[in-house]
């Protein structure tokens, strides 16, 4: 890997849930072994997820300009969780509620120049508190975004 995740740690934080052993991270609870600096379990985390989960920024080649960095662009990338009619689709999660606009530029134009089509999803919260339900939206082809929408508004996991 060419990039260290410190001081990052987005990937720990419950905007992606995990659930293995006494590993746990959901939206609003951040797995309890993490901290600033880190991991406090680090040489003991679990392999899956904790050791083989690399996000598009901390990938080897990665083509994410150092500013995309999840703590700092507000969005996890993952490039290989979603295909789409036998195509690879971009999936990026918000850290946070939302995703900052600068961030969803470059993914769009990443998007375009690619051919790949782009989803993210940015978590709803009411007065403060993360009600657990998802905006999802999309880039690309119609198509595309129609069935992301019916999938997500028949209650599917779509990555
Ligand atoms: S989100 Fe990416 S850069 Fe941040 S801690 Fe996880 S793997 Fe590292
Ligand atoms: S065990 Fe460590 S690497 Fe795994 S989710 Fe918790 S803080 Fe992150």
Known sequence: MSRECQPCTACCEGWLR????????????????????????YERRPVDPCHTFVCAWRASGSVLADWMRPDQCKAIVLPDRLRWRGQPATVAVAVGTTI??????????????????????????????FTGRKRVATHGPVEFAREMLERHGRGEMLW
């Open 18 to 41: 995990i659930e293995k052993d006494d590993v746990r991270a959901t939206l609003g609870a951040p797995c309890a072994h993490c901290e600033s600096s880190g991991c406090r379990i």
């Open 100 to 129: 900052p606009q600068r961030t969803l530029d470059w993914l769009k134009q990443h998007a375009q120049q690619n051919s790949r089509p782009l989803l993210w999803e940015e978590y709803e919260q009411v007065n403060g508190v």
